[in-house]
């Protein structure tokens, strides 16, 4: 899953449980899901930081030298 169909799928897990009057489990559910979403996005997001990080510490480097 890239990390673009994550964020599409957990906004529309926001929207769900903002607009939509679910039953409790159904929503458990969806918040559940909406977590293990969030945390692989983070993660996502973590390391294209630090690859960013490298890259730009590496370029630094470079033209120090």
Same mark, same amino acid.
């Given at each position: 899953m890239?990390f673009?169909?994550?964020?599409?799928q !957990?906004?529309?897990?926001? &929207? $769900? =449980?903002?607009?939509?009057?679910l039953?409790?489990?159904?929503?458990?559910? !969806?918040?559940?899901?909406? &977590? $293990? =979403?969030?945390?692989?996005?983070?993660?996502q997001l973590?390391?294209?930081? !630090?690859?960013v990080?490298?890259i730009?510490?590496?370029g630094?480097?470079?033209?120090?030298?």
């Amino acid at each position: 899953m890239t990390f673009e169909e994550a964020y599409t799928q !957990l906004s529309t897990i926001v &929207q $769900r =449980l903002e607009s939509e009057n679910l039953p409790l489990d159904d929503a458990l559910k !969806l918040f559940e899901e909406g &977590q $293990r =979403l969030a945390a692989y996005c983070q993660e996502q997001l973590n390391q294209a930081e !630090l690859r960013v990080t490298q890259i730009v510490g590496d370029g630094s480097t470079s033209s120090a030298e």
